[in-house]
């Protein structure tokens, strides 16, 4: 059973640039949420969606956002990119309920320059 | 104050120690409690996944909760070199409306030869 896939694994991107990532979930999962990790702040809940609808979303300014397909897989954006947004960016996926596991890609590096 | 505190360590211990990590927590509608190790440049891997009081044994890992206490632990027995990587909690509460965790800032652990 495929795991979850994020692509690219690695980015360097320019200040005020943007960025898509992308992730595609286990196969039957419908879930998927973004996290941002740095070594100061760690694990930071990013948005999730599910059934194309994002259905939260954490403390980030509007430059993030993201997006669903209908076969689950999905992107996010960041626009305008700043030096403080190099992190790793990891997409997590689960199945449908209020009591399944979250299963994490690989992630992608992002650093800004 | 953070919803989840995790000592960042880092904790180094001879091969063959018994390893003890903890979470403590402030949200009280935290069901769900997940530990992860993730390994330098990689996303994170669930380890154990706990919805109750008391213990959860899985091979040379136990978890364990105490709610009333707001506490968690993973116990590592018999520590290999392989087992050096940082350790993530992760809290969840009950709903079947969002997916989103909530992570402890990690613990990195050095198991010596």
């Known amino acids: 059973k495929a795991g979850v896939t994020q692509t690219p694994r690695y980015l360097i991107k320019t200040r005020g640039q943007q960025v898509t990532l992308s992730c595609s979930p286990i196969?039957?999962?419908?879930?998927v949420s973004w996290y941002q990790q740095t070594p100061g702040q760690g694990l930071q809940f990013l948005f999730e969606?599910?059934?194309?609808?994002?259905?939260n979303k954490g403390n980030f300014p509007g430059r993030f956002s993201g997006r669903q397909f209908s076969n689950s897989r999905s992107e996010m954006n960041v626009s305008t990119l700043e030096l403080g947004d190099s992190a790793l960016y990891l997409c997590?996926?689960?199945?449908?309920?209020?009591?399944?596991?979250?299963?994490f890609g690989q992630g992608t590096r992002l650093t800004v320059v | 104050q953070k919803e989840v505190e995790q000592d960042p360590g880092p904790l180094s211990v001879p091969e063959g120690a018994i390893v003890s990590l903890n979470c403590t927590y402030s949200?009280?509608?935290?069901?769900?409690f997940m530990w992860y190790r993730q390994y330098s440049r990689k996303g994170p891997e669930l380890l154990m996944y706990?919805?109750?009081?008391g213990n959860k044994e899985d091979g040379r890992f136990t978890a364990q909760v105490d709610k009333s206490s707001k506490y968690i632990s993973l116990f590592i027995r018999d520590s290999q070199p392989s087992d050096s990587a940082t350790y993530l909690c992760?809290?969840?509460?009950?709903?079947?409306?969002?997916?989103?965790?909530?992570f402890g800032q990690g613990t990195t652990l050095q198991v010596k030869p």
């Open positions: 196969s039957g999962h419908r879930s």
């Open positions: 949200n009280s509608a935290f069901q769900y």
């Open positions: 706990t919805y109750s009081s």
């Open positions: 992760a809290m969840r509460i009950y709903s079947s409306n969002t997916g989103k965790l909530i």
């Open positions: 969606y599910f059934s194309e609808t994002q259905r």
């Open positions: 997590a996926s689960s199945l449908v309920g209020a009591a399944t596991e979250a299963f």
